[in-house]
Nanobody, 122 residues
Framework: HVQLVESGGGSVQAGGSLRLSCVAS?????MAWFRQAPGKEREGVAA???????SYADSVKGRFTISKDNAENTLYLQMNSLKPGDTAMYYC????????????????????WGRGTQVTVS
C-alpha cells in the first residue's frame, strides 16, 4: 500500500473555492476523495484512474473537479461554489487496480488512506 498525505483544507465562506492535494509515496492506478462530516458516514466525492476516467457524487457534479498527475503521484480536488453542506474532513484514498467500469466511489475497495484535511464552509 502507498502512503498518502493530504493538504489544502481550510475555512472559506460559502461560494468560495479550495484546492486539495494528496501526495502518494508511489504510483497507484485509481485514487479518490472521500469526506466525512461529524455523525455521518464517510462518502465518496470523486474518483479518477490513470486513464483519467472520472466519477463524481451527484452532490458535487459541476462544482468539483478531480485530477491526477501520474508523473508526480499527486491527486487534486478543485472545489468551487462551496456550500456549508460541503463541510467535512476530506480523505484521499488509493487502490492499485483498474476497474472495468468507471472508478468506484465505494470506500471498501480502497486499500490506502490518508489522515484527512478539514474543510469548513460558513
Amino acid at each position: 500500500h502507498v502512503q498518502l498525505v493530504e493538504s489544502g483544507g481550510g475555512s472559506v465562506q460559502a461560494g468560495g473555492s479550495l484546492r486539495l492535494s494528496c501526495v502518494a509515496s508511489g504510483y497507484t492506478y485509481t485514487m479518490a476523495w472521500f469526506r466525512q462530516a461529524p455523525g455521518k458516514e464517510r462518502e465518496g466525492v470523486a474518483a479518477i484512474d490513470s486513464e483519467r476516467r472520472t466519477s463524481y457524487a451527484d452532490s458535487v457534479k459541476g462544482r468539483f473537479t478531480i485530477s491526477k498527475d501520474n508523473a508526480e503521484n499527486t491527486l487534486y480536488l478543485q472545489m468551487n461554489s462551496l456550500k456549508p453542506g460541503d463541510t467535512a474532513m476530506y480523505y484521499c484514498a488509493a487502490v492499485n487496480r483498474r476497474y472495468t467500469m468507471y472508478p468506484p466511489l465505494k470506500k471498501n475497495v480502497y486499500k490506502s488512506w490518508g489522515r484527512g484535511t478539514q474543510v469548513t464552509v460558513s
